[in-house]
Nanobody, 125 residues
């Protein structure tokens, strides 16, 4: 089993920045995809960004391209999401996810094996 724990959420004004962090613990693994998803009230969970375990490949949702950046510390099994130029529509619970059975970076929630409990990000206008 793998446990994922997110941190770094909070309240920020529009135009501001936040940095989310997610730490993985439990069973050991060497190759993986780590991703971030978010779920706004009344909406389905949606893909935000994901990164290959070596850090060499990333994928972003169109809605966050140019504003968010995902990065990874492989030694610590920790993934980060730097969120800049935040907008009220970025308000959501943000979830960290881990895919251990992959051939490429996927954006569907069903393809990820483990999930964190989520952290709330609120962007005020």
């Amino acid at each position: 089993q793998v446990q994922l724990e997110e941190s770094g959420g909070g309240l920020v004004q529009a135009g501001g920045s936040l940095r989310l962090s997610c730490a993985a613990s439990g069973r050991t693994f060497s190759s993986y995809i780590m991703g971030w998803f978010r779920q706004a009230p009344g909406k389905e969970r949606e893909f935000v960004a994901a990164i290959w375990w070596s850090g060499g490949s990333t994928v972003y949702a169109d809605s966050v391209k140019g504003r968010f950046a995902i990065s990874l510390d492989n030694a610590k099994k920790r993934v980060y999401l730097q969120m800049d130029s935040l907008k009220p529509e970025d308000t959501a619970v943000y979830y960290c996810a881990l895919d251990l059975n992959f051939a490429y970076i996927k954006t569907n929630t069903a393809d990820y094996d483990y999930w964190g409990k989520g952290v709330l990000v609120t962007v005020s206008s």
